[in-house]
């Protein structure tokens, strides 16, 4: 791989991680060239606010009711202000494949409403339980089918109401979990880089999700439309005899992750998560490998500096063809 074209671009070794609360981060990159903390900044601040997936209630179904401008016995809120007060219970979701579901809730009075009283299934948890939802009198029942979904993005409720039965009353999502982002570009604030420029991105989430997954699935999303353009302005590679394989590819991409002489929980990080060679580790950013279980900031350190001294970095990106030719070598060499 060719990497003269980037001499000119200076990347950060590391991304400066700000703790402010459970759901406040703020990530500092620097020093980068001028003109690109605008650009990297404002493309992941559009992608967090618009693309990161989350839970939202999609509809409701009330005992006795039949649509939102109705009031529900013994029950001191209506439908509609019934409804605003769920649309603000966050929903966390505990696996992959969570898709849509459909939870109960109930209660009888006297007493508070909560978040606390929906019935969950296994693969889903409520961040803030205590929130209120109504005040039920001595006599009510209150009985409820509550649709949730996962998605992006804003729906309206017409958009939900379509095949649904009678009682079922739909709701305008908002499903983003993303409260807040905002992002600042300056000078460089690092020794002998003061013509450079300081990325400082701030991002608040409502706890369903840490900043930093949100951060890493942001990049994810920008990193899969740019491939989409790399290969469009590359050479086509002329066809090579196998005979060429270790001429034309780093031998050090070849080697384990083992002989990166790396301390043990980087060692045992990386064995869990099927990295085994070099070439699928410098693949991986920072991001990556800090969203990585039990991986820390100087497990980062180290490997970035044992892949310096084979003039190898996080990040790179090889094409399916260049892969193959690496997986054909590392079979060769192993037979």
Same mark, same amino acid.
């Not at 109930?106 to 606390?116: D, I, Y």
């Not at 979904?149 to 729906?155: H, N, S």
């Not at 260049?322 to 192993?334: L, M, P, V």
């Given at each position: 791989m060719n990497n003269d074209i980037f001499e000119y671009l200076q990347l950060p070794q590391e991304i400066k991680v700000e703790r402010i609360n459970d759901r406040h981060e703020?990530?500092?990159l620097e020093p980068i060239n001028e003109g690109f903390a605008t650009t990297v900044g404002n493309a992941l601040r559009r992608v967090l606010l618009?693309?990161?997936?989350?839970i939202g209630v999609i509809?409701?179904?009330?005992?006795?009711?039949?649509?939102?401008?109705?009031g529900v016995n013994g029950v001191k809120e209506d439908v509609i202000n019934i409804i605003l007060n769920l649309k603000d219970v966050i929903f966390k979701n505990l696996s992959e494949n969570f898709k849509e579901c459909v939870i109960k809730?109930? $209660? %009888? +009075?006297? =007493?508070?409403?909560?978040?606390?009283?929906?019935?969950?299934?296994?693969d889903l948890k409520i961040i803030n339980p205590n929130h209120y939802i109504a005040q039920l009198n001595d006599d009510a029942e209150f009985e409820a089918e509550i649709y949730l $979904? %996962? +998605?992006? =993005?804003?729906?309206q409720a017409s958009q939900e109401s379509a095949n649904r039965e009678i009682g079922y009353i739909p709701i305008d999502t908002l499903f983003t979990p993303i409260r807040r982002v905002s992002f600042n570009a300056g000078k460089s604030m690092e020794r002998g880089f003061y013509d450079y420029e300081r990325l400082v991105l701030d991002v608040e989430t409502d706890g369903s999700i840490t900043p930093k997954e949100a951060l890493g699935q942001a990049s994810y999303i920008l990193n899969?439309?740019?491939?989409?353009?790399?290969?469009?302005f590359k050479e086509p590679e002329p066809d090579l005899n196998y005979s060429d394989f270790n001429e034309e590819i780093d031998e050090n991409l070849l080697k384990t992750v083992e002989d990166l002489e790396l301390n043990v929980r980087a060692s045992n990080c990386l064995r869990n998560h099927d990295i085994k060679y070099i070439w699928q580790l410098v693949q991986k950013t920072d991001?990556?490998?800090?969203?990585?279980?039990?991986?820390?900031?100087?497990?980062?350190?180290?490997?970035k500096a044992a892949l310096k001294q084979m003039g190898l970095s996080l990040g790179m990106t090889f094409d399916e063809k260049?892969?193959?030719?690496?997986?054909?070598?590392?079979?060769?060499?192993?037979?």
């Open positions: 703020r990530f500092i618009s693309s990161i997936q989350g509809g409701i179904k009330i005992e006795g009711v039949e649509h939102e401008f109705s809730m109930s $209660k %009888k +009075g006297p =007493g508070v409403l909560k978040a606390s009283d929906i019935k969950l299934t296994s $979904k %996962k +998605g992006v =993005g804003y729906k899969s439309h740019f491939k989409l353009f790399m290969g469009s991001i990556d490998l800090l969203n990585t279980r039990n991986f820390g900031k100087q497990s980062l350190k180290e490997i260049y892969i193959k030719r690496i997986e054909e070598a590392i079979k060769r060499s192993e037979e």
